[in-house]
């Protein structure tokens, strides 16, 4: 199942060539998962951080840039999750405007305890959550 959100690219993310400055595509990216976490999954990053203390890292992340945004471009951002481990959960997230790709990025986030940074298994009502959108 694909999670879609959008972002707007404000004058905060341009750089002086006027196009979206790389690493704030990995903020509007850090985002959309939290995006996906809260609508998708039910488990919004407040209430798993500070209720449950559980975090989500992005533990490998590979990305593509493959055309420039500018500022006023709306950016529709597509997270598809592609497989669901014991702690580990990989996506696969689309930018695009305008009918045109703009990044590709895989990565994979992992289910941790907070308190020591430990790998945790899924929670069984994420996982639960999480199991349907995944696609092969």
Same mark, same amino acid.
């Given at each position: ?22 690493? &704030?595509?990995?903020?509007? +990216?850090?985002? /959309?998962? #939290? ?25 490998? +992340?590979?990305? #593509?840039?493959?055309?420039?945004? *500018? ?11 592609? *497989? @669901?481990?014991?702690?580990? @959960? ?5 930018? /695009? ?5 703009? +990044? ?22 994420? &996982?639960?959550?999480? #199991?349907?959108?995944? #696609?092969?």
């Amino acid at each position: 199942m694909r999670y879609v959100t959008t972002s707007l690219v404000r004058f905060a993310h341009i750089d002086a060539a006027g196009i979206v400055f790389y690493p &704030r595509y990995f903020e509007m +990216l850090n985002g /959309a998962i #939290e995006d996906f976490f809260a609508h998708a999954v039910g488990a919004d990053f407040a209430s798993l951080h500070l209720d449950r203390g559980i975090g989500v890292p992005t533990v490998s +992340l590979q990305t #593509e840039f493959s055309a420039p945004s *500018r500022l006023g471009t709306k950016l529709e951002i597509s997270v598809t999750p592609t *497989r @669901l481990g014991g702690s580990s @959960l990989t996506l696969d997230v689309v930018f /695009a405007a305008d009918g045109r790709t703009r +990044l590709t990025a895989n990565l994979v986030l992992v289910c941790i305890t907070l308190a020591s940074g430990t790998a945790l298994a899924w929670p069984d009502d994420l &996982r639960r959550a999480l #199991e349907p959108m995944v #696609e092969a």
